[in-house]
């Protein structure tokens, strides 16, 4: 499918606006400088919503990477594939104004304001192609895509970066919630040095803010960190076998 921008109504490109202005005042003393750095180099403003053609020009130039239009959630299988062939599922749709505060699953902003400026990051787009490689080798594993989707939740999704100024937030989950911003920067939660094993280990949940964040310190950590990943989920399999 692809994005058809002229089918946008008046209300979706107001509910747009009052997400990015409502999120975006609190990001530069909480997100990662590489987030703020890529909302720029795409131009994502609270005046439009991204039109992706134009933001694929872009992404293409900087890391090869471009926004691939889905209807919604898409199986696993397809959003590995996709990843791992440098495509970033992301759905067309705006919440209705109604919607503002929850959603079921995840709309628009999420996938684009949130995940897309960090496809301007090498390190971190080289990370995510990785992991999505080996969601395509074990995609007929349950329990291997159940682990390996501990790792993209605790980074991807809900993970935290030690930079110059502090704790800072990359992950796209934290980055599309104003509330779970200020918690996961709070005291309230458990905050982990990022710890491979620690995450295999780590069960989550996806109805309630989280308990428990992981702190990289560089994009490059997270990238070097691949050959751990495939080694201790294949370890994993194993002793499963054993016991079964």
């Given at each position: 499918m692809k994005q058809?921008?002229?089918?946008?109504?008046?209300?979706?490109?107001?509910?747009?606006?009052?997400?990015?202005?409502?999120?975006?005042?609190?990001?530069?003393?909480?997100?990662?400088?590489?987030?703020?750095?890529?909302?720029e180099k795409i131009d994502f403003t609270g005046e439009a919503i991204p039109n992706f053609e134009e933001t694929n020009k872009i992404l293409r130039e900087l890391t090869g990477w471009e926004i691939y239009a889905v209807p919604g959630i898409v199986e696993d299988s397809l959003f590995f594939d996709l990843m791992a062939n440098k495509k970033f599922p992301a759905t067309t749709w705006v919440r209705k104004m109604s919607e503002l505060d929850y959603l079921e699953e995840p709309d628009m902003f999420h996938d684009v304001f949130a995940h897309i400026p960090l496809l301007t990051n090498q390190a971190f787009v080289d990370f995510l192609q990785a992991i999505s490689k080996f969601g395509q080798e074990w995609i007929d594993d349950e329990w291997a895509i159940h682990l390996l989707s501990r790792i993209y939740w605790f980074t991807i999704e809900f993970g935290l970066i030690r930079e110059e100024e502090g704790l800072r937030i990359y992950g796209a989950g934290i980055l599309s919630s104003s509330g779970e911003t200020?918690?996961?920067?709070?005291?309230?939660?458990n905050h982990f040095e990022y710890d491979v094993d620690k995450i295999l280990d780590t069960p989550y949940r996806k109805d309630k803010m989280q308990e428990n964040y992981f702190i990289i310190d560089s994009y490059e950590q997270l990238y070097e960190s691949i050959p751990e990943i495939k080694s201790k989920i294949e370890q994993k399999l194993k002793e499963r076998e054993t016991v079964a």
């Open positions: 058809n921008y002229e089918n946008y109504t008046a209300e979706d490109q107001q509910v747009w606006k009052i997400l990015f202005d409502r999120q975006f005042p609190a990001l530069p003393k909480a997100a990662t400088k590489e987030f703020l750095t890529g909302l200020k918690f996961s920067l709070s005291d309230e939660p």
